[in-house]
Nanobody, 127 residues
Framework: QVQLVESGGGLVQAGGSLRLSCAGS????????MGWFRQAPGKEREFVGV??????????AFADSMKDRFTIFRDNAKNTVDLQINNLISEDTAVYYC??????????????????WGQGTQVTVSS
């Protein structure tokens, strides 16, 4: 059984930093594109970033508006993927989800192409 569990969310002041973690069981993250998505109240789920599976180079990609403040790390030994968010702004308030998929690289930004999802972790930024 595949399970993804996010952690690390919480209430943070604007300008601060936060590191979210996604821990997995049942799959090896190195073999999956590991994406991060977020969903703010009243909005659709949006792509944040991805770290590609090792066989596709293991590189990262981010939504254009997030490439300056977001970083993704993968620890193959621990089977975790972390999302580092710096200089938080109120617009970052959302539920953040990690997801795993084996789709083609042209589809890593598409939520529907991910097979496995975590339950999400809430991030709230206070101004």
């Amino acid at each position: 059984q595949v399970q993804l569990v996010e952690s690390g969310g919480g209430l943070v002041q604007a300008g601060g930093s936060l590191r979210l973690s996604c821990a997995g069981s049942g799959i090896s993250f190195r073999n999956y594109n590991m994406g991060w998505f977020r969903q703010a109240p009243g909005k659709e789920r949006e792509f944040v970033g991805v770290i590609r599976r090792t066989g596709s180079g293991g590189t990262t990609a981010f939504a254009d508006s997030m490439k300056d403040r977001f970083t993704i790390f993968r620890d193959n030994a621990k089977n975790t993927v972390d999302l580092q968010i710096n200089n938080l702004i109120s617009e970052d308030t959302a539920v953040y989800y990690c997801a795993a998929g084996t789709q083609a690289q042209s589809a890593v930004r598409l939520s529907r192409m991910y097979a496995y999802w975590g339950q999400g972790t809430q991030v709230t930024v206070s101004s």
